[in-house]
C-alpha cells in the first residue's frame, strides 16, 4: 500500500498575502492627503473672505446629506427601528456640535492643530479603560494621557512654528515673532471637537453591527447634523459677518468642493474600508503617521510658520500617548469578560458555537 505523497507547498500564496492590503493603504493615504488639503484651502479661503466658518460647514453638508441619502437610502429595505434611529439623531447633533467647535478652532489655531487635535479623541480609551478596563493597566494608560497632553501643551507653546520653536535658534537666521503663541485656552476647542469626533465614531459603531447599516445610519446622522447646525449657522451668519456675507459665498471654488467631495463624503468611505479592511481606526498612531506626512507636505506648500523638527517631536509624543491610552489587553480574558478594541473602548464578545 503507497503512503500518499506529502502536500508540495505553494510559495506563490505566501509572496501575495503581504501584497494584498498594499492597494487599500494607497488609497488610504491618497484619500487623507485630499482630506487634508482640503482642510488648508478651508482656513486659506475663510482667512482671506472672512466669511462665517460655521455657515460655510452648512452650506458643505446640505449636498452632502442629500448624496448620502442618495447612495444609502435608508428609507429603503428592512425598515430601521427606533431604538437605532433615535441615538442616530442624537449623533447628529453630537456632529452638529464638532463641526461648530472644529470651525472655530480651525481659524483660531490654524490647519496643523486642529487637525492634530482631532486626535485627542485616544481620550476616551483611558476612560473606558478607568471605568470598565482591568486595573493592571490603568497606570499605563494614564501615561499615555499624559503624554496626550504634553504634546497639545507644546503645540500650543508655538513648538511646531519656527517663530517659537525652541529648536529654530540651530537655523540660520533669526525668525521674526509675528504673534503670540496659542495657549492652552485657544486650545480647548479644537480638543473638545476632537473628543466629540471620537464619542460620534463609537456612538455610530455600538448602534449598527453590520456595515451596510452602518452606512444607512450615518446618512441620517449627516442630515440631522444639518438640522441641527441651521440655526447655529443663521446666528452665527447674523453675529460674525456682514449683511451680504452670504451672497459672497463662492460655491464654485476649489475651497468649497473639495471640503464637500474629500472633506465629507470621499473621507467617510476611506475611513470605513481602513477600519474594516486594514484594522486601522482615526485613533491610531499608524493613522496619526500618515496625516502627519501628509501636513508636512501641505505647511511646506502654503508656506506656512512650520517648524519640522517641532512638530516631529509633538508627534512623536502623542503617538506614544495613543499608544499607551488605546493599548490592548495582552492577557487571556474569558469570552464573556469585555474585551478592548484598537481605539481603547470595550465591548462584549459573546460566545459563539462552531458550525
Same mark, same amino acid.
Given at each position: 500500500?503507497?503512503?500518499?505523497?506529502?502536500?508540495?507547498?505553494?510559495?506563490?500564496?505566501?509572496?501575495?498575502?503581504?501584497?494584498?492590503?498594499?492597494?487599500?493603504?494607497?488609497?488610504?493615504?491618497?484619500?487623507?492627503?485630499?482630506?487634508?488639503?482640503?482642510?488648508?484651502?478651508?482656513?486659506?479661503?475663510?482667512?482671506?473672505?472672512?466669511?462665517?466658518?460655521? =455657515?460655510? @460647514?452648512? %452650506?458643505? !453638508?446640505?449636498?452632502?446629506?442629500?448624496?448620502?441619502?442618495? &447612495?444609502?437610502?435608508?428609507? $429603503?429595505? *428592512?425598515?430601521?427601528?427606533?431604538?437605532?434611529?433615535?441615538?442616530?439623531?442624537?449623533?447628529?447633533?453630537?456632529?452638529a456640535l464638532y463641526y461648530t467647535l472644529w470651525g472655530k478652532g480651525l481659524l483660531s489655531c490654524g490647519p496643523l492643530v486642529a487637525l492634530i487635535a482631532e486626535y485627542a479623541g485616544a481620550i476616551l480609551g483611558v476612560l473606558s479603560a478607568a471605568l470598565?478596563?482591568?486595573?493592571?493597566?490603568?497606570?499605563?494608560?494614564?501615561?499615555?494621557?499624559?503624554?496626550?497632553?504634553?504634546?497639545?501643551?507644546?503645540?500650543?507653546?508655538?513648538?511646531?512654528?519656527?517663530?517659537?520653536?525652541?529648536?529654530?535658534?540651530?537655523?540660520?537666521?533669526?525668525?521674526?515673532?509675528?504673534?503670540?503663541?496659542?495657549?492652552?485656552?485657544?486650545?480647548?476647542?479644537?480638543?473638545? =471637537?476632537? @473628543?466629540? %469626533?471620537? !464619542?460620534?465614531?463609537?456612538?455610530?459603531?455600538?448602534?449598527? &453591527?453590520?456595515?451596510?447599516? $452602518?452606512? *444607512?445610519?450615518?446618512?441620517?446622522?449627516?442630515?440631522?447634523?444639518?438640522?441641527?447646525?441651521?440655526?447655529?449657522?443663521?446666528?452665527?451668519?447674523?453675529?460674525?459677518?456682514?449683511?451680504?456675507?452670504?451672497?459672497?459665498?463662492?460655491?464654485?471654488?476649489?475651497?468649497?468642493?473639495?471640503?464637500?467631495?474629500?472633506?465629507?463624503?470621499?473621507?467617510?468611505?476611506?475611513?470605513?474600508?481602513?477600519?474594516?479592511?486594514?484594522?486601522?481606526?482615526?485613533?491610531?498612531?499608524?493613522?496619526?503617521?500618515?496625516?502627519?506626512?501628509?501636513?508636512?507636505?501641505?505647511?511646506?506648500?502654503?508656506?506656512?510658520?512650520?517648524?519640522?523638527?517641532?512638530?516631529?517631536?509633538?508627534?512623536?509624543?502623542?503617538?506614544?500617548?495613543?499608544?499607551?491610552?488605546?493599548?490592548?489587553?495582552?492577557?487571556?480574558?474569558?469570552?464573556?469578560?469585555?474585551?478592548?478594541?484598537?481605539?481603547?473602548?470595550?465591548?462584549?464578545?459573546?460566545?459563539?458555537?462552531?458550525?
Amino acid at each position: 500500500m503507497m503512503s500518499p505523497k506529502p502536500p508540495i507547498s505553494d510559495p506563490r500564496p505566501a509572496r501575495s498575502t503581504p501584497l494584498r492590503p498594499t492597494p487599500l493603504q494607497i488609497i488610504h493615504v491618497i484619500g487623507n492627503f485630499m482630506r487634508i488639503w482640503s482642510v488648508y484651502s478651508l482656513y486659506h479661503y475663510l482667512s482671506d473672505k472672512g466669511d462665517s466658518v460655521v =455657515a460655510f @460647514i452648512f %452650506s458643505c !453638508l446640505v449636498p452632502s446629506s442629500i448624496v448620502f441619502l442618495v &447612495l444609502q437610502k435608508p428609507w $429603503k429595505g *428592512r425598515p430601521l427601528p427606533n431604538s437605532q434611529v433615535i441615538p442616530t439623531v442624537i449623533n447628529g447633533g453630537i456632529m452638529a456640535l464638532y463641526y461648530t467647535l472644529w470651525g472655530k478652532g480651525l481659524l483660531s489655531c490654524g490647519p496643523l492643530v486642529a487637525l492634530i487635535a482631532e486626535y485627542a479623541g485616544a481620550i476616551l480609551g483611558v476612560l473606558s479603560a478607568a471605568l470598565y478596563g482591568r486595573r493592571v493597566r490603568i497606570w499605563k494608560k494614564f501615561g499615555g494621557l499624559a503624554a496626550m497632553m504634553a504634546s497639545y501643551y507644546f503645540l500650543s507653546n508655538g513648538w511646531a512654528t519656527r517663530s517659537y520653536s525652541p529648536f529654530s535658534s540651530f537655523g540660520r537666521e533669526q525668525v521674526v515673532q509675528e504673534k503670540q503663541p496659542l495657549g492652552m485656552k485657544e486650545m480647548v476647542a479644537p480638543i473638545s =471637537a476632537g @473628543i466629540l %469626533s471620537a !464619542l460620534r465614531r463609537v456612538i455610530a459603531r455600538r448602534i449598527s &453591527l453590520k456595515n451596510q447599516l $452602518k452606512r *444607512r445610519l450615518h446618512a441620517i446622522t449627516v442630515a440631522s447634523a444639518t438640522c441641527f447646525l441651521f440655526p447655529v449657522a443663521m446666528w452665527d451668519t447674523i453675529l460674525g459677518s456682514t449683511s451680504d456675507s452670504i451672497i459672497k459665498f463662492q460655491f464654485p471654488s476649489w475651497a468649497y468642493l473639495s471640503t464637500i467631495v474629500f472633506g465629507i463624503i470621499f473621507i467617510y468611505y476611506i475611513d470605513n474600508v481602513a477600519e474594516e479592511r486594514l484594522h486601522l481606526v482615526f485613533s491610531s498612531p499608524r493613522h496619526l503617521m500618515v496625516s502627519g506626512g501628509c501636513i508636512i507636505l501641505m505647511e511646506i506648500f502654503y508656506k506656512m510658520d512650520f517648524s519640522l523638527l517641532g512638530f516631529l517631536i509633538c508627534s512623536i509624543i502623542l503617538g506614544y500617548g495613543i499608544f499607551e491610552a488605546t493599548s490592548l489587553e495582552r492577557s487571556k480574558t474569558s469570552p464573556s469578560e469585555p474585551q478592548e478594541i484598537s481605539d481603547g473602548t470595550f465591548h462584549n464578545h459573546l460566545p459563539v458555537s462552531a458550525i
